[in-house]
T-cell receptor, first 115, second 111 residues
Framework: DAGVIQSPRHEVTEMGQEVTLRCKPISGHNSLFWYRQTMMRGLELLIYFNNNVPIDDSGMPEDRFSAKMPNASFSTLKIQPSEPRDSAVYFC?????????????FGPGTRLTVL | RKEVEQDPGPFNVPEGATVAFNCTYSNSASQSFFWYRQDCRKEPKLLMSVYSSGNEDGRFTAQLNRASQYISLLIRDSKLSDSATYLCVVNTWGANNDMRFGAGTRLTVKP
């Protein structure tokens, strides 16, 4: 079975450019999460969708960040304009709540470098 | 104070050693608890859930102490392949919308 798929795996861009990260959750999972991981701050939840609807975006750092989930099999995280401090690994995770388990399955991550 | 705190380590132990990690959480309403493992430059993966009665999975034993608000992970007979960062994860509402990750404890098992 395919796990969570993220693209691109690596992204190097210059400050001010728009960056779009993509995620395909595990088929049948109805919750999707975007995380950011840095050495300084660890793993931080940015936003969480349930049934394609954004439920909690309190972790989104600022207006430069936006996320969408147009359907159950696709989500994007956009940064516009990007800044060097956005450099991090961005993970997408999905889960199927209920049934006594709320395990999140992570994608391989997108390593973003903003120069 | 962070919601989930872990000793960052690193823990450097020889093969065959027993090593224990502790994690404390601040929200007494927390309901679900997990240990995730993250290898270098890889994504976090669920190692095991932590149940109130404690649970064991092979060489790994997880314990939960709600009164003191801490979780532990014990690894017996450590292997080289156990080298990784171990993340303590706490879910406050028993749903996915409030999973809090600790910063992780780094373990290196040496020959």
């Amino acid at each position: 079975d395919a796990g969570v798929i993220q693209s691109p795996r690596h992204e190097v861009t210059e400050m001010g450019q728009e960056v779009t990260l993509r995620c395909k959750p595990i088929s049948g999972h109805n919750s999707l999460f975007w995380y950011r991981q840095t050495m300084m701050r660890g793993l931080e939840l940015l936003i969480y969708f349930n049934n394609n609807v954004p439920i909690d975006d309190s972790g989104m750092p600022e207006d430069r960040f936006s996320a969408k989930m147009p359907n159950a099999s696709f989500s994007t995280l956009k940064i516009q304009p990007s800044e060097p401090r956005d450099s991090a690994v961005y993970f997408c995770a999905s889960s199927l709540p209920g049934g006594g388990t709320d395990t999140q399955y992570f994608g391989p991550g997108t390593r973003l470098t903003v120069l | 104070r962070k919601e989930v705190e872990q000793d960052p380590g690193p823990f450097n132990v020889p093969e065959g050693a027993t090593v224990a990690f502790n994690c404390t959480y601040s929200n007494s309403a927390s309901q679900s608890f997990f240990w995730y493992r993250q290898d270098c430059r890889k994504e976090p993966k669920l190692l095991m859930s932590v149940y109130s009665s404690g649970n064991e999975d092979g060489r790994f034993t997880a314990q939960l102490n709600r009164a003191s608000q801490y979780i532990s992970l014990l690894i017996r007979d450590s292997k080289l392949s156990d080298s990784a960062t171990y993340l303590c994860v706490v879910n406050t509402w028993g749903a996915n919308n409030d999973m809090r990750f600790g910063a992780g404890t780094r373990l290196t098992v040496k020959p």
